[in-house]
């Protein structure tokens, strides 16, 4: 499986995601409602344990973890 189709399967079954055909790589998590301020630290939390790589907090941004494109981009980078 792939880093996007992990960080989908991890959203899918956590959040509730109405309509999941429509949960495309590039839609906004917070503005769709999907993830809250508390979702992203659950977020973060599987981030963490299933890459092995630690979230700064300065990296706590939504141009990281805002769309499941940008936490795929986020864990290349900082795995790189």
Do not use: C, H, W
């Not at 309509?19 to 301020?37: E, P």
């Not at 936490?71 to 795995?79: H, L, P």
């Amino acid at each position: 499986m792939d880093i996007k189709e992990q960080i989908r399967a991890f959203l899918t079954s956590n959040f509730y995601v109405a309509d999941q055909a429509s949960l495309g790589n590039n839609v906004s998590l917070l503005d769709q409602g999907i993830i809250d301020s508390t979702g992203v630290l659950e977020v973060i939390f599987f981030i963490e344990e299933n890459f092995g790589i630690k979230v700064e907090d300065n990296e706590m941004l939504p141009d990281n973890l805002d769309s499941i494109d940008r936490i795929a981009d986020y864990v290349a980078r900082k795995k790189g």
